[in-house]
């Protein structure tokens, strides 16, 4: 719809400007020949100079990023000659001094662990300190009197098991 609305306004605008241009005498027609060429060339001035200006910017930018890949070319070169210096004078090269570095660190760590023993170490076993009924009774809330009643009797049982246990096992 919208380029129907553009293509009628045009048409619209043209007829309406061929229409005053045949009413206008040869005199007025001339002066806005003249004018409307006027406008054009410096439309086309315009142009150009703005060609001109973005050439110039253009060049201007060229200029200094050369200078600037210039300076970190040199930069670059002058590190590579400080680390090939670097690596002369040390007499190896940078993987070995990383191997001895390595070798220096895993030996310091030896060292550390031989110091440390496992006699620093506690051991908690819950099963051998309390038996294994104690344990359980621990973990588990009655909620009831009753509860709490068959629980105790279940522990007695099993105490009394346990003690069974124990007096037919041979003496060593």
């Known amino acids: ?9 045009l048409a619209v605008g043209g007829a309406v400007i061929a229409t005053i241009a045949n009413k206008m005498d040869a005199e007025k027609k001339a002066e806005l020949k003249a004018k409307a060429q006027q406008g054009l060339a ?9 060609a001109f200006y973005a050439n110039d910017a253009a060049e201007d930018f060229k200029v200094e990023a050369s200078k600037h890949f210039e300076d970190a070319k040199e930069k670059v ?4 000659d400080q680390y ?7 007499g190896g090269s940078f993987s070995s ?16 662990e031989d110091d440390q023993g496992d006699d620093d170490d506690i051991v908690i076993d819950s099963a051998a300190a309390f038996g294994d009924a104690e344990v359980e009774k621990a973990t588990e809330t009655p909620t009831s009197a009753e ?16 003690s069974a246990a124990d007096d037919d096992k041979p003496a060593k």
């Open 1 to 9: 719809m919208s380029k129907k609305g553009f293509l009628f306004g």
């Open 42 to 50: 410096d439309f086309k001035d315009r142009a150009i100079d703005y």
């Open 77 to 80: 070169g002058d590190f590579a």
């Open 84 to 90: 090939q210096a670097a690596k002369e004078t040390d």
């Open 97 to 112: 001094s990383l191997d001895q570095a390595t070798d220096s660190l895993r030996s310091e760590l030896a060292k550390v």
């Open 147 to 162: 509860e709490k009643e068959a629980d105790e009797a279940t522990s007695e049982a099993n105490s009394e098991a346990a």
